[in-house]
């Protein structure tokens, strides 16, 4: 009798105070009613949310939410009034605690940014795409919102460190320009590392055509190595999801024999980026695919709306890692001094993302390159730090390179994002590629 009455406490709180959202009375009304209590009772809950299917046959057994979608039902629950609620299933009342849980982590994030950052860095790319919350009321946003602040308080611990650094790192940062050579300067540096991590925006020409160029004259360096390109935009051999219906228990176990070089005579017509592969190949360099396809369906089926979160970004990078070790394992066996290249998207490639690439193969001591267009990436510290009117991020014509010097250099890539940035002009100089 007792647990009842909790859980119709609970119900009752959760009910009363749904309306209240719409108000404004959001974070400080849901804490103070809900409390405790309502964290238990989600810490109950089962680890696998409830399917969407379960759930609109739930609630086609309410008259007053029959025949509604699915992205209509949290809306219409609002609007019943309380003894309408109370007659529910307690699937439903199981998934309304849930949404109000949900919000209550969502604004955990945005209220830390708030307290930390000024309005004007809210929007910051960064911030609003990677470090963003989720805003959908299931127990997986739960979970990704958690793992969200817990990766933005690391992310203000790099920010405070760097602030409180002399010269807040001005005084660590190399530039060239035009007239230095700097994409050469870049190849002749990579060429000595044993991974590489190129990170790009996307959808950008004149950045593939750079990756192009660079892969190129690190090939002219060291003609005689063994060139290896790991990329996002090549997918795996399918596998089957098998009772793994669900991001949170699908897994992929990896062996290396079953990972083979991506023919350019098997690419498929119209994929991302598919000169730049075409390009590598004509190269000698091999390449690898690291996306999972099936995997990136239960990502979007689980959140359609939210695909890039720091969740589920975590778990693709989880995957990739396995892929990669594997197969490095594997080619190292006959040509140890192998070279590694990862292309990837920049919320892959950074030190100073959640689950980053790099961190997972740190005891390679990896170099990591953002490539941009007209100015540095604002996906690093230096724009949240030194400010988007700082002198670094003015558009410049040509290519230039900047990187970290002196003994701290490997310690300011990691705290910053990158070892290396290299920006590139919207139309790069024809004489630095060569087709």
């Not at 070089?261 to 390449?287: C, H, N, Q, T, W």
Request: glycine letters at 4%.
């Amino acid at each position: 009798m007792v647990n009842k009455l909790s859980f119709l406490s609970v119900l009752v709180a959760g009910c009363l105070l749904l309306p209240l959202d719409a108000f404004g009375y959001k974070e400080a009304a849901l804490r103070n009613l809900l409390g405790k209590r309502l964290t238990s009772l989600t810490r109950r809950a089962p680890a696998v949310r409830v399917p969407p299917s379960h759930y609109r046959k739930v609630l086609s057994t309410v008259p007053m939410v029959k025949n509604q979608k699915l992205k209509k039902a949290k809306k219409t629950w609002r609007n019943l009034p309380l003894a309408e609620r109370l007659k529910m299933p307690q699937n439903v009342t199981y998934q309304s605690a849930v949404w109000v849980a949900s919000r209550m982590t969502y604004f955990d994030v945005i209220n830390f940014w708030k307290e930390h950052i000024s309005p004007e860095d809210m929007d910051n790319p960064m911030l609003r795409y990677i470090f963003m919350p989720s805003s959908q009321g299931t127990a997986t946003t739960i979970k990704n919102n958690k793992v969200t602040l817990f990766f933005s308080k690391k992310l203000w611990e790099r920010m405070s460190w760097l602030r409180n650094r002399p010269g807040q790192g001005h005084n660590d940062l190399q530039s060239m320009y035009v007239m230095d050579k700097p994409l050469d300067e870049l190849a002749r540096r990579l060429s000595k590392e044993k991974m590489v991590f190129l990170g790009e925006i996307h959808y950008r020409d004149s950045i593939q055509k750079t990756v192009i160029n660079l892969v190129r004259k690190i090939k002219e360096q060291t003609p005689n190595r063994r060139v290896v390109v790991f990329s996002e935009f090549l997918f795996l051999p399918k596998s089957s999801a098998g009772h793994q219906t669900t991001p949170a228990t699908y897994y992929r176990r990896v062996q290396a024999q079953q990972i083979q070089a991506v023919s350019p005579l098997k690419l498929p017509r119209g994929i991302y980026a598919e000169e730049v592969f075409y390009r590598l190949s004509d190269m000698g360099v091999e390449l690898y695919p690291l996306e999972d396809r099936v995997h990136q369906k239960l990502i979007e089926k689980d959140l359609p709306e939210e695909y890039e979160t720091v969740l589920f970004t975590g778990e693709r990078n989880k995957i990739w890692t396995r892929v990669m070790d594997a197969k490095m394992a594997e080619i190292r066996q006959t040509d140890p001094d192998a070279l590694f290249i990862v292309y990837a998207g920049m919320g892959h490639t950074s030190w100073l993302m959640p689950y980053s690439l790099p961190r997972f193969f740190a005891q390679e001591n990896p170099a990591v390159v953002e490539i941009t267009l007209a100015h540095p990436s604002s996906y690093n510290l230096l724009s949240l730090v030194w400010g988007k009117e700082d002198p670094f991020f003015e558009d410049r014509s040509g290519t230039s390179l900047h990187f970290w010097k002196g003994k701290d250099a490997r310690l300011l890539a990691q705290k910053v994002g990158f070892d290396y940035s290299l920006t590139v002009s919207a139309r790069p100089d024809f004489m630095e590629y060569n087709p």
